[in-house]
């Protein structure tokens, strides 16, 4: 009966050993747990500390921005309300002249060039001599025809052609007299005022307030950084009323 009972005793030491080395195996793995989940907790809470100070920085940035560009506006429309601008009592305008309006309410009228005084002096002086260019040879045409169909011989048409000449004659050279006077003035005036006339100009006004005087003498010396959204907003709204002109003006000469 001896040898059963050692038997029983190894077997239930051999049982006691196991469940010691499972039990120490558990408390390791939850430890290793405990400081893997730490560690991811570290870790998010300084991903979280960096993002909050990366926006800060730029909640602060944009700040700074604002102000800069509410110093940038003109006082007009400090005081100028929202409901102002959508109760305008002018609802057949176009977007450009409304941009124009909101940027400076004092102007009424659309922007006009006036010719100068150079310019009205040049147009009578060439009315002038267009008018005086085309009486002569209106005489000369018109006896001729008489004396074509009122002469029956040869004496008579050479009678006829030999006074018309003269008075022809007499008439060019008082004409280009005339015309000698005329034409120095009108050159002088004429290369000056008539580059100015044929010269394409545009006025754009961007969101600062700022007026910009666009034409072919200072296109090079324009400074691109003042052209902003709206100033870009309102070339291409006037390229197209321009492309919508010509287009309407190619199909009435068409037609």
């Known amino acids: 009966m001896a ?28 430890k290793r747990k405990e400081l893997f989940i730490q560690q991811f907790e570290k870790e998010a809470q300084d991903r ?53 309006k909101c940027a400076s309410p004092e102007i009424q009228k659309p922007l006009s060039r006036k010719p100068s005084k150079k310019a009205l002096n040049a147009l009578a002086g060439q009315q002038r001599s267009s008018s005086q260019s085309k009486t002569p040879i209106e005489g000369q045409k018109k006896p001729t025809k008489k004396t074509l169909h009122s002469s029956k011989s040869t004496g008579s048409l050479r009678c006829a052609s030999t006074i018309n000449a003269k008075r022809t004659q007499g008439r060019v050279v008082k004409l280009s007299d005339q015309a000698n006077a005329l034409g120095v003035q009108f050159r002088q005036t004429s290369r000056s005022v008539g580059d100015e006339l ?6 754009i006004v961007t969101s600062h307030g700022e007026t910009l005087f666009l034409s072919e003498d200072n296109k090079d010396e324009i400074n691109v950084e003042l052209l902003d959204d709206a100033a870009v907003n309102q070339m291409r709204k006037i390229k197209e009323l321009m492309d919508y002109l010509c287009n309407k003006v190619r199909i009435n000469n068409t037609c």
Do not use: C, Y
């Not at 944009?62 to 009592?89: A, C």
């Not at 044929?198 to 006025?203: D, L």
């Open 3 to 30: 040898p059963r009972r050692t038997r029983k005793v190894s077997q239930d030491s051999d049982g006691q050993v196991d469940d010691q080395h499972s039990f120490e195996q558990k408390i390791r793995l939850t």
């Open 198 to 203: 044929m010269m394409a100009t545009a006025t």
């Open 48 to 100: 979280i500390n960096e993002m909050e100070a990366n926006l800060n920085k730029l909640l602060a940035t944009v700040d700074r921005v604002f102000k800069i560009e509410l110093m940038k506006m003109p006082l007009s429309l400090h005081t100028t309300l929202i409901k102002d601008l959508m109760n305008d009592d002018d609802t057949s305008v176009g977007e450009v002249t409304m941009a124009l």
